[in-house]
């Protein structure tokens, strides 16, 4: 079946740092992949997305390529901030009994120390 | 155009209890979902709606019904409340037409079951 498995949080890092937060999935055909984030209290917003094979997404610092070969879609910032503290989901949409459903990742909690 | 809204932000409910978790979208999408988020855990799909009259289950739906009777409102409903409800709950919506597969999020339902 179709599943995301996410790098193991949580990930806490000096502000500046550089940031890699893994995701690898696996599904038939070829799904569209997203980075959702979720900041405290909230719900989950979109942060990019990439609908093929060497896209990519990127937003606010952030950047994901979808590497078809590798069945990946790392998410990586080059200086996080401290208001880059939050919940990160990695996720894939595909087309389950004629439905279009996303599929997430547990989650990788990052925490910014200044 | 307020998005996603859900009703309330937080509740308790004592086992054998009822209640109804409210959605409403104003974006005139067709397709909506509830989802849970159990602590440390990415989101489950409950029940999801391609289309008004129209409803089906999702990964997790035992214990949960949902109704669509308007293309705005998609409310859940938990019958007899148990301990193992206890989660946030988020309701989202989707529109294919021109779409990658991204989802709108509401901020989300707290709920405990004591």
């Known amino acids: 079946g179709n599943s995301v498995t996410q790098m193991e949080g949580p990930v806490t890092l000096s502000e500046e740092a550089f940031l890699t937060i893994n995701c690898t999935y696996t599904?038939?055909?070829?799904?569209?992949l997203f980075w959702y984030v979720q900041y405290p209290g909230e719900g989950l917003q979109l942060l990019l997305k990439?609908?093929?094979?060497?896209d990519k997404g990127s937003n606010k610092g952030f950047e994901a390529t979808y590497r078809k070969e590798t069945t990946s879609f790392h998410l990586e910032k080059g200086s996080v901030q401290v208001s880059d503290s939050a919940v990160y989901f990695c996720?894939?949409?595909?087309?389950?009994?004629?439905?279009?459903?996303?599929?997430f990742g547990q989650g990788t909690r990052l925490t910014i120390n200044p | 155009n307020a998005g996603v809204t859900q009703t309330p932000k937080f509740r308790i409910l004592k086992i054998g209890q009822s209640m109804t978790l409210q959605c409403t979208q104003d974006?005139?999408?067709?397709?909506m979902y509830w989802y849970r988020q159990d602590p440390g855990m990415g989101l489950k799909l409950i029940y999801y709606s391609v289309g008004a009259g129209i409803t089906d289950k999702g990964e997790v739906p035992n214990g949960y019904n949902v109704s669509r009777s308007t293309t705005e409102d998609f409310p859940l409903r938990l019958e007899l409340a148990a301990p193992s409800q206890t989660s946030v709950y988020f309701c989202a919506s989707f529109l294919p037409r021109g779409s990658s597969g991204e989802q709108y999020f509401g901020p989300g339902t707290r709920l405990t079951v004591t």
């Open positions: 974006m005139n999408h067709n397709y």
């Open positions: 990439a609908t093929k094979a060497d």
């Open positions: 599904a038939t055909g070829y799904p569209s």
């Open positions: 996720a894939l949409s595909h087309l389950i009994q004629g439905a279009q459903k996303l599929v």
